[in-house]
């Protein structure tokens, strides 16, 4: 098990679900991911990245607002849902706040299963349940102004 | 007293992040939604989402407890 202390956050990595500024690691997460047990067969994951270009304009940075009590009440319950949804073994949701730059990362999800279907299934539900339930939300800041992301494909 | 929260596209639009309210009896989500539409009209037009104490909430006739914390929210767009 990965007990680092991520400096960004000054949140222990263990935490399986977390809001942060900084960057996280996908191998130190999947490293705490396979932590959790030796019966995993199989580990989806899900990275979100900031696109540099959105709708026609080219995009500088993206920073985000959360309501971040209710956001992080909303992912723990996600985790446990998928858990028990898909009979995973353990899962991890990390989703970034504050600014990020085009090609950053901003969101990363691992589901661990004792067989790959169950994985890649349980991450595609996260990430798509995600963006209906949990309080964020995204501004786009280009050459020509700011807006807030009102839709999510 | 009801404590009001925007976030985002909504505490943009109105200028207002948090809000305290009078809370009176018989308050529900719904009443307290109109009359924040009558002073805030552009940014409530975006509120599509609504959470009660961090909870998320869809009934309008939802009676309003006093010192409830109520967000009104526009669609997420995280991830």
């Known amino acids: 098990m990965n007990k680092s202390c991520h400096s960004g956050a000054g949140v222990q990595m263990s935490e399986p679900v977390r809001i942060q500024t900084g960057d996280f690691s996908q191998d130190e997460e999947v490293a705490a991911l396979k932590g959790s047990s030796k019966r995993m067969g199989g580990i989806g994951t899900f990275l979100g990245c900031a696109r540099d270009f959105s709708e026609g304009r080219a995009v500088e940075q993206i920073s985000f607002d959360v309501y971040g009590s209710m956001a992080l009440s909303e992912m723990q319950k996600l985790r446990s849902d998928a858990i028990e949804k898909f009979g995973l073994l353990d899962a991890r949701i990390v989703h970034r706040i504050g600014s990020v730059n085009g090609g950053d990362n901003i969101v990363f999800i691992a589901a661990g299963a004792e067989h790959r279907v169950a994985a890649l299934e349980a991450c595609r539900w996260i990430i798509d349940e995600l963006k209906q339930r949990v309080p964020i939300w995204k501004k786009e800041i280009t050459p020509q102004g700011e807006s807030w992301v009102t839709a999510h494909p | ?79």
């Open chain 2, 1 to 79: 007293m009801i404590k009001v929260l925007f976030f985002g596209p909504i505490a943009a639009v109105s200028g207002v992040r948090e809000l305290v309210i009078e809370h009176t009896p018989g308050l529900t989500l719904g009443s307290l939604k109109e009359s924040l539409a009558a002073e805030h009209p552009g940014a409530m037009r975006l509120a599509v989402m609504m959470a009660v104490n961090g909870e998320h909430a869809h009934d309008l006739a939802l009676p309003l407890a006093d010192n409830s914390e109520v967000a009104f929210m526009a669609k997420f767009s995280g991830g």
